[in-house]
């Protein structure tokens, strides 16, 4: 079975059909074709009949414990499968069929459907899973055999009291894994899930069967993942796990948590909405301590009226600016141009790599102690001699030259910079330059060619330093 599509449930599902192929889905469809949402069997049968349908997952759930909702579940794999797939380790940009992935879900509830879902829609991965409870182990580790997905998705242990989230000890086997995920109990006592329930004008269809320790932990999901936030950041954490991610179920949720990553120093990290429907929407947060950047559209994937507001959102990973050209050759000059002034700054210092392709009008660029681009930077190259670096006497005297040039601006002072010692091996900068030329906009009142330069923040912690080094491409090349 091929994977799903992405957009297999951006319409409402077919109950009329789905009825046709199983019969006991079709029993709990009223006479109005429409379904009992109250009815936690309803609820169920639809879950098992999506999962079997779309995923060829077949799966048991008991009456007591929380039944997840199909669609929503797959946004959230859908979000953490684009998520790494922009911030692959070799840059790939895109699904990589041969990348080996091992994600990591906590709480995984009796159905495993996080593990289960992820490893039918991408064959090289791999999950590890926790859970507390023992009805939902059980089912759990069923459902994984039941679908001969055992060599794949690992039960493993986990502190039972509930204290500490990521079960430490037991990744240490691991060197690294790339995703965490987790959906916590949302509400903070019963009478916060009763009252949630009696506001909206149907039961939540995920609630209706959730036993206490599945919907409600002390402070709800703010205190559940700030607790993983602080667990998170541990040195035997945050360089073994590449990213970290929680789904939350209130919009003030999000907020809160991205107030506590920022406190923590956290400056890499993805905020999206999940929308099912008109009933009900969910929110997600991410985060690394790693400088692996995602694109914009995962990094700030909320539309408009999601109701984060724009504080809430990362910095933007990507810019671009279009030169006005005047001879109709302005995609070889601006190449030339990019290649001239970049290729200034390679002999500054050890770990300045560029490589482009020509042929994709793109290139890559790396530098691995920061900004070496500003006047500042060139500055302090003159006066500090650094010993290691042979070429050094060559880069000045380079510099030197080139230190007349109107620079109006001066640079940035870089900011939060990492000084952790487990990360001082990632290059401070990497970015990708795209060369294109946009179709003109219909109704532009001149002809003029133009040469569109677009640059992605592919890896590194400070936001100021990218800033930087657009500013001064731009200036350059403009
Ligand atoms: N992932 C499933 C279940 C989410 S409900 C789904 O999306 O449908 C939350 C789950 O987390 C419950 O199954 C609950 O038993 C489990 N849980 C709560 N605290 C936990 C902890 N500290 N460690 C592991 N699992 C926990």
Redesign the pocket.
């Known amino acids: 079975m091929m994977p799903a599509p992405e957009d297999i449930y951006k319409n409402d599902v077919d109950f009329t059909t789905l009825a046709l192929q199983y019969p006991d889905f079709a029993k709990r469809l009223k006479s109005n074709r429409q379904l009992d949402f109250s009815d936690p069997e309803s609820v169920r049968q639809l879950t098992k009949a999506l999962l079997h349908r779309d995923f060829d997952l077949s799966i048991d759930l008991p009456d007591d ?2 039944c ?1 909702p199909v669609p929503n ?1 797959f946004n959230y794999i859908l979000f953490i499968q684009r998520l790494l797939d922009t911030t692959a380790p070799d840059f790939h940009d895109g699904y990589d069929p041969d990348r080996q992935v091992i994600g990591l ?7 495993a ?2 593990p289960l879902l992820s490893c039918r829609q991408r064959p090289k991965w791999l999950f590890l899973a ?4 023992d009805t ?1 182990r059980n089912y759990a580790s069923k459902n994984i055999a039941a679908n001969h997905l055992q060599s794949r998705i690992k039960l493993i242990d ?2 039972m009291s ?4 990521i079960p430490s000890t037991e990744l240490e086997r691991f060197d690294r894994l790339d995703i965490l995920m ?4 949302f509400y903070e006592s019963e009478a916060s899930m009763l009252a949630s329930a009696r506001s909206k004008s149907r039961p939540a269809n ?1 609630s209706c069967t ?2 206490p ?3 409600i ?1 002390p402070g709800g999901e703010v205190s ?1 993942v700030s607790r993983l936030i602080l667990e998170s950041a541990l040195p035997k954490n945050r360089s073994r796990i590449q990213w970290f991610s929680a ?1 939350l179920g209130k919009l003030s949720s999000v907020g809160s948590i991205v107030d506590k990553l920022r406190e923590k120093g956290c400056t890499n990290f993805a905020v999206t909405e999940f929308i099912q429907g008109q009933k009900t929407r969910r929110w997600c947060v991410a985060w690394s301590w790693l400088g692996l950047r995602p694109s914009m559209a995962v990094s700030r994937g909320v539309v408009g009226s999601s109701g984060v507001e724009k504080k809430y959102l990362p910095a933007p990973t990507e810019m671009e600016y279009d030169m006005p050209m005047t001879s109709m050759d302005g995609l070889s000059v601006a190449e030339k141009r990019v290649n001239e002034e970049i290729g200034k700054l390679l002999g500054a210092g050890a770990g300045v790599l560029w490589k482009y392709v020509h042929a994709r009008r793109a290139g890559m660029l790396m530098s691995k102690e920061g900004d070496v681009w500003s006047r500042k930077a060139r500055r302090k190259k003159l006066h500090h001699h650094d010993h290691q670096h042979h070429q050094a006497e060559d880069v000045d005297q380079e510099m030197k030259d080139h230190s007349v040039e109107q620079e109006d601006a001066e640079d940035a002072e870089g900011e939060g910079s990492n000084d952790e010692d487990e990360l001082d091996k990632e290059p401070a900068l990497v970015v990708r330059i795209e060369l294109s030329t946009p179709s003109s906009e219909y109704g532009s009142s001149s002809n003029q060619a133009k040469t569109r330069i677009r640059i992605r923040h592919l890896q590194g912690h400070d936001r100021v330093l990218f800033e930087s080094f657009c500013g001064w491409l731009k200036r350059k090349v403009s």
């Open positions: 414990r929380l997840p579940r879900d906590i709480g995984t509830g009796s159905s459907i996080y926790t859970e507390i409870d939902n986990t502190d509930g204290q500490q989230l987790t959906n916590p109990p995920s959730g036993a320790i599945e919907m932990v559940f789904m």
